[in-house]
């Protein structure tokens, strides 16, 4: 079965420092997607980024960039000069290709992120 | 381009009722997923249809079922409800044509069901 472990439960950092955000997956399957969606209060989840298992390149937008390796089962996601707006949950997300696509997708339990102003 | 919109946004219902919830994808969009948010048990999946047929199913009682229409709007039902039904249930939509290619999916901004 597959899993998403997200350990940090709860970051504070003040404003302008920088913060990663831990993902760690299990999966026995070769073929699948990471994913990483934010929540901020209105509860809306928001798409941040899709990765496929065959590309370990790392990704910057912005201040957001990810680093995915597969060696360790980990995709962590790093916010470079922390704004205010960036305080919500963060969810990191698996799914696994089965055909046709499967679209279910496996949540971690989230990381709350709060940052001082 | 309009987003996932649900409706309603807010729902208050007692034990024992059923009730039923609607979601309209991104324009273009076939595939509709169900996920229930609660602080105990965080995301999970109900269920995905793509083409009016429910594809993937997650480990939810018979209680909850879904349909989609010819539009690709969804609706999901729960009969009997009780009291840890309370939740947000948000909806997703994806791109996720007949093969091979998991796209992301878009969520709608949720119902919230307080079950009293």
Redesign the interface.
Same mark, same amino acid.
């Given at each position: 079965a597959q899993k998403v472990t997200q350990a940090q439960t709860e970051i504070s950092v003040v404003e302008k420092e920088d913060v990663t955000l831990d993902c760690v997956y299990e999966t026995r399957d070769t073929t699948y997607?990471l994913?990483w969606?934010k929540q901020p209060p209105?509860?809306?989840?928001?798409?941040l980024i899709?990765r496929?298992s065959f590309d370990e390149q790392n990704e910057i937008s912005g201040r957001y960039s990810w680093n995915f390796q597969k060696s360790t089962s980990s995709f962590n996601f790093t916010i470079t000069a922390s704004q205010v707006v960036d305080s919500a949950v963060y969810?990191c997300a698996l799914?696994e290709?089965i055909? !046709?696509?499967?679209?279910?997708?496996? !949540?971690?339990?989230?990381t709350r992120l709060t940052i001082i102003p | 381009k309009a987003g996932v919109t649900q409706t309603p946004r807010y729902l208050i219902k007692t034990r024992g009722q059923q009730v039923t919830l609607s979601c309209s994808p991104i324009s273009g969009h076939r595939s509709v997923s169900w996920y229930q948010q609660t602080p105990g048990q965080g995301l999970q999946f109900l269920f995905e249809y793509f083409s009016e047929t429910q594809r993937n199913k997650g480990n939810f009682p018979g209680r909850f079922s879904g349909r989609q229409f010819s539009n690709s709007r969804s609706e999901m039902n729960v009969s009997t409800l009780e009291l840890g039904d309370s939740a947000l249930y948000l909806c997703a939509s994806s791109l996720a044509k007949g093969g091979g290619l998991t796209y992301e999916q878009y969520f709608g901004p949720g119902t919230r069901l307080t079950v009293t």
């Amino acid at each position: 079965a597959q899993k998403v472990t997200q350990a940090q439960t709860e970051i504070s950092v003040v404003e302008k420092e920088d913060v990663t955000l831990d993902c760690v997956y299990e999966t026995r399957d070769t073929t699948y997607y990471l994913f990483w969606y934010k929540q901020p209060p209105s509860g809306e989840l928001v798409f941040l980024i899709r990765r496929n298992s065959f590309d370990e390149q790392n990704e910057i937008s912005g201040r957001y960039s990810w680093n995915f390796q597969k060696s360790t089962s980990s995709f962590n996601f790093t916010i470079t000069a922390s704004q205010v707006v960036d305080s919500a949950v963060y969810f990191c997300a698996l799914s696994e290709e089965i055909g !046709f696509g499967n679209e279910k997708l496996t !949540f971690g339990t989230g990381t709350r992120l709060t940052i001082i102003p | 381009k309009a987003g996932v919109t649900q409706t309603p946004r807010y729902l208050i219902k007692t034990r024992g009722q059923q009730v039923t919830l609607s979601c309209s994808p991104i324009s273009g969009h076939r595939s509709v997923s169900w996920y229930q948010q609660t602080p105990g048990q965080g995301l999970q999946f109900l269920f995905e249809y793509f083409s009016e047929t429910q594809r993937n199913k997650g480990n939810f009682p018979g209680r909850f079922s879904g349909r989609q229409f010819s539009n690709s709007r969804s609706e999901m039902n729960v009969s009997t409800l009780e009291l840890g039904d309370s939740a947000l249930y948000l909806c997703a939509s994806s791109l996720a044509k007949g093969g091979g290619l998991t796209y992301e999916q878009y969520f709608g901004p949720g119902t919230r069901l307080t079950v009293t």
